[in-house]
């Protein structure tokens, strides 16, 4: 009786200790696993900068060049500025996001303005740099659909079991990641439609 008692308590000690050494075993495969994940992500919004800053160098020169054309649209040619220089003078990953998506939206209506304004169409600065416009968006495209992808692998990663209990609380004496999701560019329908086209 004693020995079955021990071998059932020595049984229940090993089930415990191996599930133990598993789970940080996962601790320390998954944190190793985010972090390529996370440095990948960074590189690929590395990317991403890179063609978006191509884009907002225009921004300066297509503004005032349409500035004469679009006196209605001045707030939106405000807007552009002034996110182009929060832009440029953040570094952190999730506000250019934000910001970038807030400059698609407005280009968005320059576009739209550009397309029902023969004048403007018939500028040859105007339409140079939306030229230019047009094949720094197909560069952005490709590296935008990088970093999304990037973005979700990882934030599947740190969302799905076991990671997801490790990053937010750790797990027996070892402290929880930390980790934040990524968001993830999108483009204005505007963008999407008419910047082929021009």
Known sequence: MVKTVVKAALGII????ISMVIFYGLYFSGFNA???RDE???KFSADVNAQLQRRYDLIPNLVSSVKGYLQFERQT???ITQLR???MATTDITQRVNLSNQIEQAL???ILTYENYPDLKSDRTVTRLMDELAGTENRIAVARTYYNDGVREYNTNLRTFPNNMFNENGFIGLKAWGYTLYPQ???SQQV???LPTI
Do not use: M
């Open 192 to 194: 999407r439609i008419l």
């Open 14 to 17: 090993a089930v415990i200790v």
């Open 34 to 36: 985010v972090q390529a």
């Open 185 to 187: 560019y999108s483009i």
């Open 77 to 79: 040619l405000e807007r």
């Open 85 to 87: 220089s929060q832009w």
């Open 108 to 110: 968005g209506k320059i």
């Open 40 to 42: 990948a992500v960074k």
